[in-house]
């Protein structure tokens, strides 16, 4: 593979990959390849890294489940980093997150995190994926569209109620139990958020 001679790996043989979810655009995580596993994430197209501290090649989800389908790979320009976009399965952190990165150093002064639409759209597709007893999405994915269809329905409602009670506090409200129970359809028809950002972005060409 020609592609091999521009990346430039350190005095350990390894070069940072960064992984992105190629849906969302989410950042997820970040780790090191040296050569043989980027052969290996190209030929299998699943992540294989190496593990510093293990000394040792580990391919992603191979023990959580939380697998990386990789749809896309690239290097930069200097060919010392590797960008990685995947489908993924899951979760990417082990501590449970969607993203390593929910550590915050800087935030929006409105408290609002900027991928929290994407956040909530990998639990709810890992709940479709992997059923948490007596959790609330997954009652409603057992019950099936007719229920969930009905939920966004009165969600709707209670939208229009508040703003024709001119409560403001209504209606942030309500729009989020709305907006939620739309994720949920759009993970049993198996939409992505980026189908509906895709959608949006060709009307303002």
């Given at each position: 593979m020609d592609f091999i001679k521009n990346i430039?790996?350190?005095?350990k043989g390894l070069v940072p990959a960064v992984v992105q979810d190629a849906e969302t655009g989410a950042v997820l995580m970040m780790a090191y390849m040296n050569e043989e596993s980027l052969l290996k994430t190209v030929e299998t197209k699943e992540t294989w890294f190496f593990s510093r501290?293990?000394?040792e090649f580990w391919n992603k989800g191979?023990?959580?489940g939380n697998t990386q389908a990789v749809v896309e790979m690239s290097y930069d320009c200097d060919g010392d980093t590797i960008l990685v976009k995947v489908i993924q399965?899951?979760?990417?952190c082990h501590t449970g997150e969607y993203?390593?990165?929910f550590n915050k150093i800087v935030e929006s002064e409105s408290g609002a995190s900027y991928d929290v639409l994407d956040?909530?759209?990998?639990?709810?597709?890992?709940?479709?994926?992997n059923p948490v007893e007596e959790s609330?999405?997954?009652?409603?994915?057992?019950?099936?569209?007719d229920k969930i269809l009905k939920k966004v329905g009165e969600e709707s409602a209670e939208v229009i109620i508040g703003a024709k009670n001119d409560s403001a506090e209504e209606v942030i409200y309500e729009s989020s139990d709305l907006v939620y129970h739309m994720v949920v359809l759009l993970v049993q028809m198996g939409i992505s958020i980026s189908d509906i950002k895709k959608e949006l972005s060709s009307r303002y060409k």
């Open positions: 430039k790996f350190d005095e501290s293990r000394n191979a023990t959580s399965k899951g979760v990417a993203s390593c990165f956040r909530l759209y990998a639990l709810v597709k890992d709940r479709k994926e609330y999405t997954n009652y409603l994915f057992d019950k099936g569209v």
